[in-house]
């Protein structure tokens, strides 16, 4: 597969991603139980993509030191996501309302710091 067109794909699943879970605020005022459970669910799946887009992306860049500061970004937010299932998993709004606000933070600079190297094309050259 070409580097550049998988490396492209990566890129438009996390935008995507983070787009979704950038709308998903409105959706934590739960109020039933099938509801905590489908948005934990769409919280797993959206980590798993991200997890392995992320990873994907932050092996092309050749600079160690620009893999090593978006993998500490990175391990950010997936401490934050893992924080905010937990806090779905207990069913708790204002908990899951603060660890969302947390999560969408670190997504924010996990982007903020893509956003520059994605435009230097698929080696990522520094």
């Known amino acids: 597969m070409d580097h550049g067109v998988e490396l492209k794909g990566c890129v438009c699943r996390i935008k995507n991603c983070a787009v979704e879970l950038f709308s998903m605020e409105e ?3 739960i109020d039933d139980e099938d509801s905590w459970d489908l948005v934990g669910q769409d919280l797993r799946l959206k980590a798993t993509f991200l997890y392995i887009d992320l990873s994907r992306v932050i092996s092309c860049y050749e600079s160690e030191e620009h893999k090593n500061s978006l993998s500490v970004l990175a391990n950010k937010f997936f401490y ?14 204002p908990l899951t309302q603060v660890c969302y606000n947390d999560t969408a933070d670190a997504l924010r600079e996990v982007v903020a710091a ?9 080696h990522l050259e520094e």
Do not use: F, I, N, T
């Not at 893509?114 to 698929?122: A, C, E, I, K």
């Open 80 to 93: 934050s996501m893992d924080e905010l299932g937990d806090a779905v998993k207990s069913r708790s709004v």
């Open 114 to 122: 893509l956003v520059p190297s994605l435009q230097l094309g698929p």
């Open 27 to 29: 959706d934590l005022v």
